[in-house]
């Protein structure tokens, strides 16, 4: 990505106006005062103004509901995850970007998705993601340049056909993808795709559409050769491990550093969840839904006074569901709605979704519970939803 002093006139105009639209609504002063970031939403949406502003709009939504801006320091990874998602900082490339290794092909992703959410694993890369962001600051202040994109080198030797059609690790994928093409444009500096197979092909046709045209064009993919010499072009030996064709090693030579990079592994069945034995389906107050598929349902709460604090719980019966929170502010069929919780997919299959929104306008919420993206299933959702006024006051569920 370009420096400052290198765009024209249009290119500093258009970020001064996408600053001055939605600056005020960013509450976090070191991204509101961050100029790159402008710049990143601008150029993933060939500096549409409004586009970019509706897509930065929609990150900033994101990093409130997903609380982004502590991740670092309030979020403490699955132990799962730390141990057995082998995704490695290696160090910096020759110009300064960060580089990453994902020793793809041998991870354990069923492993690691029966021993945790997918939500839980997603969140945990994307707090990667935001370290790797503050860490590029630290590099750019300490080479005096702009570093603001990273290099991903993922690795799919011993890649099977059973892992490139698990079903729950291919929608943790789209969930990942998804969530990162809307979330953190114009970063990826370069993406190495090494040891594909025919089974690599099968994943990456399901995740090709959902990326975009500047990020297909930054992906190399290779299979057995050809790669180790086009990593060298862009890292030093001595970053590079062994294995990946460089010349760093363990202490004691070995080139695989297992003392830095962290290698793909089978999850002992011990890290597995086992399903709780609490359902929620008999509670008092517990409402039943049933979404038919490619359907939605909204659940509608009346918030009469504002400082109320809506409170859930919900599990499905099986399978996941979409879930979001809405707000509109009358009953008018023209009000505008307004998305306070982007839509997720919630599997509560090992323990109930809770939540709570403090409100701090009076009016409609809509707790949404969206199957559109099924074909087959329908989904049957038990639910249990309240608003807590002020003055702890229990208003029960409009009909």
Known sequence: MRDLEELTVKEKEAINELKKRVSNDITN???????????????????????????????????????????????EPEEVVIKYLPLSRLGFDKDGAIVRYFDFGNMDAKGVLKSCKTSAAIKS????????????????????????????????????????????????????????????????????????????????????PLLSGNTIQKITIFGKDGWKEALQKEIEPTTL????????????????????????????????????????????????????????????????????????????????????????????????????????RIDTQYSSETGMFLCEKSGKYILLFDNSYSWIYQKEIYCKAEVITPRNKEVNLSD
């Open 125 to 208: 890369i994307v707090q990667m993601f935001e370290d790797d962001a503050s860490l590029m600051k630290k590099q750019s202040e300490k080479l005096g340049k702009n570093i603001q994109q990273w290099i991903y080198i993922l690795d799919f030797d011993n890649y099977s056909f059973a892992k490139a059609t698990h079903k729950t690790t291919v929608e943790a994928l789209i969930q990942l993808f998804m969530q990162y093409e809307a979330n953190y444009p114009e970063r990826l500096k370069a993406a190495y795709i090494i040891n594909a197979s025919i089974y690599f092909t099968l994943v990456f046709s399901i995740i090709k």
């Open 241 to 344: 491990p062994g294995f990946l064709g460089g010349e760093k090693t363990d202490p004691d030579g070995n080139p695989q550093c297992y003392t830095s990079v962290k290698h793909g592994t089978v999850v002992p069945k011990e890290f597995y969840m086992t399903k709780s034995t609490r359902k929620i389906k008999n509670l008092p107050g517990v409402k039943k839904i049933t979404v038919s598929r490619k359907s939605k349902v909204p659940l509608e709460l009346d918030v009469k006074e504002a400082g109320s604090t809506i409170e859930w719980e919900f599990e499905t019966e099986c399978r996941d569901i979409g879930f979001g929170l809405l707000y509109k502010e009358s009953d008018n069929n023209k009000a505008a709605t307004v998305e306070l919780i982007p839509k997720q």
């Open 29 to 75: 002063p070191e991204l509101r005062n961050d100029t790159y970031l402008y710049l990143r939403f601008l150029r993933a949406r060939d500096y549409n103004l409004e586009l970019a502003e509706n897509m930065l709009r929609n990150h900033i939504a994101w990093r409130i509901a997903n609380q982004i801006d502590s991740i670092l320091t309030t979020y």
